[in-house]
DNA sequence: AATGAATGAGCATTCATTCAT
DNA sequence: AATGAATGAATGCTCATTCAT
């Protein structure tokens, strides 16, 4: 599968993924043109069929591309040897905003992809997401120190309770940047925000 | 404005705004389909445009009905006098699943709404947003009594992370009810899982 | 026929047809907008079918209510016992531009109606415009003495050509102040343009 | 541009010209249908935009396209090197109808755009009827032995004169067909008129 | 491998006119 | 007399996908 499309040369493929990660982002799925995309990738209308089938065959193509590319990355970059919670976090958080600086485009994408409801793609996305998240949660907590944390509460909901809380700052400074008019993030200001997110949830669940 | 429309039989109004909220929830501002809403409304085309001029107009009437009648039908509900936080949240969460129970469709369209992103009614869309989310945050919490929550911490992340917390948990409810056969809620198990989450906040950020 | 019109109190009669030749002259039979009509002229759909029982009619009707405004007032106006050709046909053209600036709209509903060319109207229309330019071809030419043109040239095509060319001269000066910004006829240059016209006419074809 | 339209065969062209500029006169731009241009030519919905992105650019392109049909072939028929004024014009008169004659709807197009006055097409189409207007008129004219008029009377007024008189003839001639049942032109009664017309305008404006 | 012509259902909106009140 | 709710055909244009070359 998609093997016609690994067999082109590099810089066309890289031109027809940034043109269709661009168009979806952009639009989101529904409203994403093909036309648009073999328009701005500089190849044919058939040629785009001929590689993904149809559109929506093309769009899960690129939610995995861009799952390769990025949390591979990621993973190069994280310390697992880290074992205390909030520091591996910390620094998940930094990384994070690397990768939207080095990869603004691919990462935009995900994180639509993310939020995405189109009902043509709905079953076969939500799996993907699923899998995407399951996959990460357990790989990303793997190894850490819970001994720090209260015994008193359940450690499940607290975990729960903050990876809601960063998700949510995430999506905020997001949304921030997408209402500014030059669509930049101010990662100073996040990382601020975050150390004082960081602050409060260290202070309610880890032991005094 | 809209006078035409209430000037219609009761029964009609209904059969208009239900038809445009189902329609519209189902799949988002820009691919709703007016055609469809007049089809099922039982109405003509031409009518349609003579209450609400275009599909914008439309949209935007739904959002101030649907807040009229959820809304308003909250804070009749809502004791206000109960001035401890968690007290008053868990009531609110009750509430707030009574009211999806008895109007499910404007409920979900008012959900659909407040992540609605299209870009014909973004300027009025995200303005009326921002109008419903700050003057209910100050109406909610007016009077609530601050002084139980730990003074060590900055209490407005706090607040932060709990409202975070529980529309996280809101929305991933409403997602598992989507992904399930029959789209119903298990009111019960959900009242537990937020006393559990209710429990595990306390503990954390109430003086102990 | 439109006694249902005339018993209307006056002022509502010219909002009526102030708005309605408003929008014919602006946009021309088929595209003008009954709608538009109503909503400018504050009456109500039905009262202008009503009245007029169709657009058809309605169009017609303001026909012969501008023919009966302004060529009543022109032939008030004009001097017919000036026997002259050139200086008569030359206070014409003065009296034409003076009744333009008096009535503009009616006029230029006249204009363009004499320029009109729909298809549903068609019939109708034409009858009338011809009639119109006929009867006053003639009444206007009544009495004058041709004595001074010279005889050895048909003298029915020499004042077809003096009137095409009056014609000619007339359509250019509308629609340069149509494609000016602000739309305004600059009457002495007109006059002297005229003047310079009727010179010639009168050195080709009179005797000398 | 338009190239895609050149590489089609040459009969579908035509089908598609010739149905396009049927609607196009028949109506005026505005009410002019791209529904039924399209069932008129026998192809699809897509295709004609596909071709010429809307239905301004369509009209633009008709009206070069016409332009180089037409005055191509007319300047491959008159003959430049007769120097007398009226000569020439004579024999363009005579061309005229004939290219009337073997074209009739790309001429009929032709003759309705110079009128035409929409909205939408207005600024561009101006600029081309301009063009059009004042390259001819200059190419025309060119090598025109003027020596022959009068010299008592402005030259340029007196060609303006012919110049109207003679399009004048031509609209009334195209009127009358227009009206009557069978559309047809009566080119020797519309020669023998244009002979009077040439006579009276010699005896003006010739030297004695 | 690569092209781009071809399809026709679908979209939001406007229109003149009718008719029950 | 006067209202305005109601109709539904028609508008220009876009869309993902196919297929002969």
Redesign the interface.
């Known amino acids: 599968m998609f093997t016609k499309f690994w067999n082109l040369d590099r810089e066309k493929q890289d031109r027809i993924v940034n043109a269709a990660m661009k168009e979806f982002s952009q639009k989101?799925y529904?409203?994403a043109s093909t036309n648009q995309i073999v328009k701005e990738a500089g190849i044919s209308k058939g040629l785009l069929f001929h590689y993904f089938q149809n559109k929506k065959q093309l769009y899960l193509f690129l939610f995995d591309y861009g799952y390769d590319r990025i949390v591979e990355e990621f993973y190069q970059k994280i310390d697992l040897t880290q074992m205390d919670f909030f520091k591996r976090t910390r620094e998940a958080v930094m990384i994070k905003m690397e990768l939207l600086t080095v990869y603004p485009d691919i990462f935009k994408f995900m994180e639509e992809a993310l939020?995405e409801?189109s009902?043509e793609i709905k079953v076969e996305l939500?799996k993907k997401k699923k899998e995407f998240i399951e996959i990460n949660m357990e790989k990303f907590f793997e190894g850490v120190d819970y001994s720090k944390f209260?015994e008193?509460?359940?450690l499940k909901?607290?975990l729960?309770?903050i990876t809601?809380?960063l998700?949510?700052?995430s999506d905020e400074a997001l949304f921030k940047a997408k209402?500014s008019p030059t669509h930049e993030f101010d990662y100073e200001k996040i990382r601020m925000e975050a150390e004082?997110?960081f602050?409060?949830?260290m202070?309610?669940?880890y032991k005094q």
Do not use: C, M, Q, S
Request: net charge negative; aromatic share 10%.
């Open positions: 989101g529904d409203l939020l409801d009902a939500e209260r008193d509460v359940d909901i607290v729960k309770i809601f809380t998700e949510k700052l209402l004082d997110y602050d409060v949830l202070k309610g669940f």
